[in-house]
């Protein structure tokens, strides 16, 4: 298994650009987290969903879209870039149920100048 | 409140040493308490968690402490080794571990 995907590793964009970062993960999980991480401020959870075309908001959405079609893909779209998107980006995913591990791939690095 | 609070930002510690880690919550709704281990260039992974019906629990080297009524928790890293250098979250959530609310990170160094 790969586990969970993400693409681009690293993405620069102007203000005002749009950008689709991807999520794919194998494992066959109902639970999709999109994070971003900023420094010295730990993981802040931007959406989330529990199934396939069941989105949620987490605690900072705005600027951000998800949509989730399939179990396996949990893409995050960013309409109009501003500098202030400028972050490491994590998708995780997790099995419903008590025991809820989360597995994070790998992050993108986006940068807005 | 939804925040978990974690100190210290950054710890050094000599190889064989004890590394301890706190953090502070404010919701007691919360009901599961993990702590994520992020290696530089990588995505957090899952070290050890906790459900506060238990006052500890050990995984090898590593050891979570759980208060309760003072509503905190740490980690413990004994015989603390190079290769645990590494940022270390603390995180909590209600609802089955599903919306997690994680720490400000902690940087971990063991010299050697």
């Known amino acids: 298994n790969a586990g969970v995907t993400q693409t681009p590793k690293f993405r620069i964009l102007k203000i005002g650009q749009s950008m689709t970062l991807q999520c794919t993960q194998d494992?066959?999980?109902?639970?999709m987290y999109w994070y971003r991480q900023d420094p010295g401020m730990g993981l802040k959870l931007i959406y989330y969903?529990?199934?396939?075309?069941?989105?949620d908001k987490g605690e900072v959405p705005n600027g951000y879209n998800v949509s989730r079609s399939t179990t396996e893909d949990f893409p995050l779209r960013l309409e109009l870039a501003a500098p202030s998107q400028t972050s490491v980006y994590f998708c995780a995913s997790s099995y419903s149920g008590r025991s809820n591990e989360q597995f994070f791939g790998p992050g993108t690095r986006l940068t807005v100048l | 409140q939804q925040q978990v609070k974690q100190s210290p930002q950054s710890l050094i510690v000599q190889k064989g040493g004890i590394s301890i880690i706190n953090c502070a919550y404010e919701?007691?709704?919360?009901?599961?308490f993990p702590w994520y281990q992020q290696f530089p260039g990588k995505g957090p992974a899952l070290l050890i968690a906790?459900?506060?019906?238990?006052s500890e629990k050990k995984e090898g080297r590593f050891t979570i402490s759980f208060n309760k009524s003072a509503k905190q928790f740490s980690l413990h890293i004994m015989d603390s080794q190079p290769g645990d250098s590494a940022t270390y979250f603390c995180?909590?959530?209600?609802?089955?571990?599903?919306?997690?609310?994680f720490g400000a990170g902690t940087i971990l160094r063991v010299k050697s």
């Open positions: 906790i459900r506060p019906d238990v």
């Open positions: 494992m066959n999980h109902n639970y």
């Open positions: 969903s529990v199934g396939a075309g069941i989105t």
């Open positions: 995180a909590a959530s209600m609802e089955y571990g599903n919306k997690l609310v």
């Open positions: 919701n007691t709704a919360f009901d599961y």
